[in-house]
């Protein structure tokens, strides 16, 4: 074989072989399985009422990964999980009193989920609102979006460059839904009172 001809042999092979090793690449390695501890801790909070589960394995439960867990488990110990982590915000946002702050850096991307997520979400109690519910909330509020997804449970279903109009959802018991009840029992305006007092967002 001549070098023109060893060249060519070689550019071939490489050619060849350049996106099976994309493709490589691409391909996640298969995470390792949840331990039988981990399972357990899983099955545990779906057998329990979240109000009586041990608050001492409530941080160890939402950092098990979902996706780690038999089949079975995956997607009502994600919904779980989503759950509880909405249940804190919500009382930790009651603790703050009545100016909603949100924390500094905390931005949409935060709030904005894939439309493949609302299974897990509807399954944790999140219950559609329209856009006009929404702007009726800012309105009463004086928020902004980010101030009702950062401090409260507004969550938006969208996958970036899709043409499907996005979706909003809350948690059933988020106090905003107070106001979201208002609305679509034919309010039309003035100021809530929320907490017990007037809630707002402070404006520069």
């Not at 060893?6 to 050619?15: D, E």
């Not at 979240?50 to 394995?57: F, Q």
């Not at 902004?144 to 997804?149: A, F, K, P």
């Not at 938006?156 to 059933?172: C, M, N, Q, V």
Request: charged share 30%; proline share 8%.
């Amino acid at each position: 074989m001549n070098y023109n001809d060893a060249m060519t042999f070689l550019l071939a092979l490489l050619l060849c072989a350049a996106p099976a090793s994309a493709a490589a690449r691409r391909v996640p390695a298969p995470k390792p399985a949840a331990d039988k501890t981990t399972v357990e801790l899983a099955e545990y909070f779906l057998k329990v009422p979240t109000s009586e589960a041990d608050p001492k394995l409530v941080d160890p439960f939402l950092a098990v990964d979902a996706a780690a867990l038999p089949p079975r488990l995956r997607v009502k110990a994600r919904a779980k999980q989503i759950e509880i982590r909405a249940l804190i915000k919500v009382h930790d946002a009651r603790k703050k009193g009545i100016i909603v702050q949100r924390p500094a850096g905390c931005t949409a991307d935060s709030f904005i989920k894939p439309f493949s997520d609302e299974t897990p979400y509807r399954i944790a109690g999140y219950v559609p609102i329209t856009e006009d519910e929404e702007r009726f909330v800012m309105k009463q509020t004086r928020c902004q979006e980010e101030d009702l997804g950062c401090e409260f449970s507004l969550t938006i279903f969208w996958d970036r460059g899709s043409k499907k109009p996005r979706r909003l959802a809350l948690h059933e018991k988020d106090p905003l839904m107070a106001i979201v009840a208002r609305y679509r029992g034919g309010d039309s305006g003035g100021q809530t009172r929320f907490f017990g007092t007037g809630l707002f967002c402070p404006r520069k």
